[in-house]
């Protein structure tokens, strides 16, 4: 190794040992190179603090090719082999830093992988396993050796849909995050899936009345969530780069190839699917997926919140569900679906192309399965199904009614008559005296169909 990259290493892992100041940046890399040419290397930490692409220490490859890029470091090299003195070691881990607007956030301070593992409650030897860091259960066609199962789902058109559930192990490790991180983070004000006290409902409330409805929807919304934002949410926090790679690690996935090879040529996915499933991606059944998907996203959230804002109209978001209302032109909204489409672009994301909607007052509303044209409402159709459903079960028997195959079909009507409750009380109201009326026997098996 050069004296030149020598001297980078080191002096990126002592700034790496402390707070991402300007103070601590100067004072730490004091103690690495001496204290000559002290004005020069102000100007030098001043110069990292701004080029650093956030607010969080960057990582140590990063700081070690941006030293190796500045002029000034070969004179420092010159004046340690000039001076013959020995280079002072940074054997510190680097500490626990969050960027100044995450601070106050009372999650666990981890500042090396030994904390992890003992937080989460693993041997450390299983903390690199279960972050799959060397790929080794991505590469195996053993399933007892991979950490996830997995499961394709059919769906109305195109591929089944894959779904990753892990097992038990970093599935526990999972909702330890969740709760314990995760859960801690506000989201946007504008995402109404996956957070508390919001819902589907809660969204389409905001477009209610309004002139121009405009939706659209993300493609692969998890599959394409930028991995580096997964990263840099750890990163804020404070947790250092080592410790954030092993976080990212417990919640992403890549799927082996060997997966899609379970289904028949004609059921396959695309060669661009298989290979934002063979990358690292959040995946659909691990519980802090959702959480993540909504943090990395928060910036997607803000522009369009601001774009909405400069219409004087409302945006909102449910998971991959996109929605801005207001008062506006057709000219606007056509600007708008444009501009969203540029944004979510420039964010990491795709609009789904044959999924926009531009729907106006005279026509019906309708964005994540609730009506909005004057109030919120169930489409008229849906309620007409369930009625009938309803009715029929009371008349002939839950059985006969249970075409799905629902393992507890009172429970799946009993939540579908709760959702009409809560959007629309009066209509609920009608739908829960018909769901009385149907007698359950208990044995026969009218409860699980």
């Known amino acids: 190794m050069r004296f030149e990259e020598l001297i980078a290493r080191n002096l990126a892992a002592a700034w790496l040992a402390g707070p991402w100041t300007e103070a601590g940046l100067f004072e730490r890399g004091q103690e690495v190179i001496g204290k000559a040419g002290r004005r020069r290397f102000l100007q030098l930490v001043r110069a990292a603090i701004q080029a650093a692409p956030s607010d969080y220490p960057p990582?140590?490859?990063w700081i070690t090719a941006f030293?190796?890029?500045?002029?000034?470091l070969p004179d420092y090299t010159e004046r340690f082999l000039n001076s013959r003195r020995s280079i002072s070691l940074a054997?510190?881990?680097?500490?626990?830093?969050s960027s100044l607007s995450l601070a106050p956030l009372d999650v666990p301070r981890l500042e090396t992988p030994h904390d992890l593992a003992v937080w989460i409650g693993v041997p450390i030897e299983h903390l690199?396993?279960?972050a799959d860091s060397r790929r080794q259960a991505y590469s195996t066609d053993i399933p007892m050796l991979q950490n996830y199962r997995y499961a394709f789902v059919p769906k109305r058109t195109g591929p089944?849909?894959?779904?990753?559930?892990?097992?038990p192990l970093l599935m526990a490790a999972q909702r330890k995050i969740l709760s314990g991180i995760l859960d801690k983070i506000r989201a946007h004000d504008a995402?109404?899936?996956?957070?508390?006290?919001?819902s589907c409902l809660s969204g389409a409330s905001r477009h209610a009345g309004e002139d121009i409805v405009i939706a659209l929807d993300l493609k692969d919304f998890f599959l394409t969530t930028p991995v580096r934002r997964v990263h840099g949410i750890f990163r804020a926090l404070g947790y250092p780069w080592a410790v954030a790679r092993l976080l990212t690690g417990l919640c992403t996935s890549a799927v082996p190839l060997s997966v899609f090879r379970r289904l028949p040529p004609a059921e396959r996915h695309d060669w661009k699917t298989r290979q934002l499933f063979n990358s690292r991606h959040l995946p659909q059944g691990a519980p802090t997926s959702p959480a993540l998907a909504n943090l990395a996203a928060y910036r997607l959230d803000v522009r369009l919140t601001g774009l909405a804002r400069s219409l004087d109209a409302t945006y909102t978001r449910y998971a991959d569900d996109l929605a801005v209302s207001g008062s506006l032109t057709d000219r606007n909204a056509q600007k708008i679906l444009a501009t969203v489409r540029s944004i979510a672009r420039e964010e990491g994301y795709e609009v789904h192309p044959s999924k926009q909607r531009v729907m106006r007052s005279d026509a019906r509303q309708c964005i994540t399965g609730v009506v909005v044209n004057r109030h919120v409402n169930v489409p008229r159709e849906d309620f007409d199904r369930l009625k009938a459903t309803l009715h029929n079960a009371a008349r002939h028997g839950p059985r006969s009614q249970n075409r799905d195959g629902h393992a507890d079909f009172r429970a799946?009507?009993?939540?579908?008559v709760t959702w009409v409750e809560n959007v629309n009380p009066n209509r609920g109201a009608k739908l829960r005296r018909l769901f009385d009326a149907i007698v359950?026997?208990?044995?026969?098996?009218?409860?699980?169909?």
């Open 59 to 61: 990582s140590p490859g």
């Open 67 to 72: 030293l190796r890029e500045r002029d000034g």
């Open 91 to 97: 054997l510190e881990p680097a500490h626990f830093s």
């Open 128 to 130: 690199d396993w279960l």
């Open 160 to 167: 089944p849909r894959l779904l990753e559930c892990p097992k």
């Open 191 to 198: 995402a109404h899936g996956f957070v508390a006290g919001r």
């Open 412 to 416: 799946h009507l009993d939540g579908r």
């Open 440 to 449: 359950w026997k208990e044995g026969s098996g009218d409860a699980i169909g």
